[in-house]
Each structure stands twice: as C-alpha cells, then as structure tokens.
C-alpha cells in the first residue's frame, strides 16, 4: 500500500493549541500516512523541550506586553512567532522520513517564490548568509517529526527585545541556543505574503507526494487526547517546572548597599536561597530564605512571599525589595 498524504492547515494562531494539535498528529500518526501542517501563531516565544526559559529570553517583559510563552516537544534552541511566521512540519512515519527530503521541500517552494534558499550545516535555512528559517526534530518509536519556522515578514525589533537575555545570571545545564542574524523572505520578495508561502509549500508537498487530502484542524481537536495535551502546553508545570535545575543570581543597589540574591531552583521551585550583602542583618537573610524556600520561581510570587512576610513590620528594606521586583527593574534594561 502507498503512503497517503494528509495536509492540516491551522484556523487558530493559539500557539498552545497548535502546538497540541500538532503533537497530537505525531502521537496518532497511521504508519500508512505523511502529513503536511501548516500554522501561524500569535506573538510567542517558544524554547526547545530542555531549554531554561530565564536563560533564553525576558520572561517578565514578555509576560507584561502580552507575549506568551511556550514549550515544544523537540530540541533544539529558542525561537520567536509571530503572525509573520509561517510554521510548518513535516509528520512522518519512521521509514519515510527523510530530513533531505522534507528540506527540499521547503526550498523548492521558497525558489518558486523567488528566494534563492540554502540549507546549512545546522540544519537551518539561509538567505544570503542570515537565517530565515530554524529547525528541529522530534521522533516516537514508528513516527518522527521535523517543524521549523519560515520568516514572511516578523518583527525584527520584537524578536531581539525579547530573545536578548537579561541582566539575570543563570547558571544551568539546560541546552542554549545559538544566537543567529535572521532575516525577512519580505526583504528580498517585497509582495510575499505568508497565504503564497502556504500555497508554495503545499505544491511541493504535492509534487513531492501526490494528491493530498486537506484535513481541518478542527477534526482532531475533539478527543479528550487533544484536550489533556492543551492543557500540558499551557500549563506552567510544563512551561517552567519542565526546566532542568539551575541557579539563578539577582543584584540590587538598594538604599543601604548592594544586595545579592542567589536561588537554587529545581522543576522551577526555589530549593535554597542565599542572601548577601549590606544591607542583610542575620534576621532580615533568615527572614527572606524562609519566605522564599519552596515557592516556584517567579518575580510576582517572590514580591507576594516579601509582602507577606512583612505585613506587621513594615520595614523599609523588605518595601524596597518588593518594589523593586513587582518593578521587575533587573529585567528591563532596554535594547
């Protein structure tokens, strides 16, 4: 029997709703079907499976302007969407996937729009010299998968205020990302629209693998399968509590000194603490380790544990300390 061809295109730009369905089409793969899905997400920074968010981007800042975050289930580095990307992947059962294959696809479709595209060593796409497309795989015992990004016309400017790190020091064994020059396909095909990249890589695919049935993405979204993966994808165990352990340090100048804070944080829950500096008696380093011990990692609940902790004393170091982080200063600094 020949291998069917399935092409989904996405009717939501609901990052952690595709990225379920799309593992979802990778979990009920049928070993006698190739699929082709296609999606566009609304802005979202989105890390590899073993990658430290505080590591690759500024979680506060794209938490405050509404940028969302999310984790997918294949390695690989940090990458940003917006609804200038085009996403795409590649599901294949194990004996039919072909990375060579799946990439000249791609670039067949890209030479018909009129980009000259090459592939490189590591394993990206690249358009005189800069990157306009990253890749990653993601494989289960009899299907395999191969997702990357195609940049139409992305926010430049938002992606590196985002993805340039912060001035937090993050020591980890997480995966880090390769920082990149990227560039727009807008950039050299002025008219190119993310509908005429869509419709360019469902010819290849066409040609590639023949006539394809076109699947709504509504269709596998019903079972209580997708359902428990949509909430795997937008849950924070997933998102912040799947990070490998890591150390996290934070300085202040407060008022009386330089403060210094270092966490210890494993499944994105604070394991120890130490306090240092000017400003800490014995009493305020105790107070602030027993605050902050077991809560999860972030800087609202450290401001809320401070509060807490200082609700009858009313000291000024523990006000500073919890401006400064609902301030979310540290995180800031502009680029």
């Known amino acids: 029997m020949g291998i069917e061809a399935e092409v989904i295109i996405s009717t939501t730009t609901d990052s952690w709703k595709n990225l379920a369905t799309e593992e979802l089409l990778l979990n009920t793969l049928d070993p006698n079907t190739c699929r082709l899905f296609l999606y566009v997400n609304s802005d979202v920074v989105v890390i590899g499976k073993n990658q430290n968010p505080w590591k690759e981007c500024r979680v506060n800042r794209l938490e405050h302007e509404g940028c969302r975050l999310a984790r997918r289930s294949s390695g690989g580095g940090t990458v940003f969407h917006d609804t200038g990307n085009l996403n795409y992947s590649f599901i294949m059962p194990v004996g039919a996937f072909d990375i060579d294959r799946q990439f000249g696809i791609v670039l067949k479709a890209m030479s018909a729009l009129g980009v000259n ?128 352990r890591y150390e996290i340090t934070m300085q202040k100048d407060f008022s009386k000194g330089y403060g210094w804070f270092i966490f210890n944080v494993n499944e994105g829950k604070i394991v120890d603490v130490s306090v240092s500096g000017e400003p800490f008696d014995e009493e305020a380093v105790q107070k602030l380790k027993l605050c902050w011990t077991g809560k999860i990692f972030h800087v609202d609940c450290l401001a809320d544990s401070v509060s807490q902790a200082d609700a009858n004393s009313g000291d000024d170091l523990f006000l500073e300390i919890e401006k400064w982080l609902r301030d979310k200063s540290f995180n800031y600094k502009e680029v």
Not at 131 to 137: D, L, R, Y
Not at 215 to 222: E, G, K, M, P
């Open 117 to 244: 595209a090459v592939c490189s060593e590591r394993r990206d796409i690249r358009v005189m010299g800069d990157k306009c497309s990253g890749n990653a795989m993601c494989y289960r015992k009899s299907a395999a998968m191969h997702h990357g990004t195609i940049m139409v016309d992305v926010k430049i400017p938002k992606l590196y205020r985002y993805l340039t790190p912060s001035d937090i020091v993050v020591k980890t064994h997480a995966v880090q990302s390769i920082p990149s020059l990227v560039t727009n396909l807008k950039k050299i095909v002025p008219d190119i629209t993310i509908e005429k990249v869509m419709d360019a890589i469902c010819g290849s695919f066409r040609e590639e693998y023949g006539t394809y049935t076109l699947r709504n993405d509504a269709d596998y979204q019903q079972s209580s399968e997708w359902a428990e993966l949509y909430e795997k994808h937008r849950s924070w165990e997933w998102r912040f509590g799947r990070t490998p």
